[in-house]
């Protein structure tokens, strides 16, 4: 599975980005794809997890941000609104191809044997 992230950029706080993984090798449907976020100073933290069954959300993703599959075109996205200053960081997919799907699981980075290069998102107060 080979991934690439796009759609990252500047934007006000309280304003709304999209990010897209796509994904070639497999059809996305057939795995389990994660967020991954990583700040200046901090380690990577989970956003989020989709598969064709259901989304898992970090607490601060809650409520904001929404993964979702694309079949179609093969590929995943994030839809962020609300975003916030402290969203700040370099945002990363990742492919988790196990089969195994559960909330302890998709928000363990090891868990993930694929990763796209990320892309940055700015939220500017």
């Known amino acids: 599975v080979q991934l690439q992230a796009s759609g990252g950029g500047l934007v006000q706080a309280g304003g709304s980005l999209r990010l897209s993984c796509a994904a070639s090798?497999?059809?996305?449907?057939?795995?389990?794809l994660g967020w991954f976020r990583q700040a200046p100073g901090k380690e990577r933290e989970f956003v989020a997890a989709v598969n064709w069954v259901r989304a898992y959300y970090s607490d601060s993703a809650k409520g904001r941000f929404t993964a979702s599959l694309d079949n179609a075109q093969n590929l995943v996205t994030l839809l962020m609104n609300g975003l916030e200053p402290e969203d700040t960081a370099v945002y990363y997919c990742a492919a988790d191809v196990s089969g195994d799907y559960y909330a302890a699981r998709t928000s363990d980075p090891r868990s993930y044997t694929a990763w796209g290069q990320g892309t940055q998102v700015t939220v500017s107060s």
């Open positions: 090798g497999r059809f996305v449907s057939s795995y389990a």
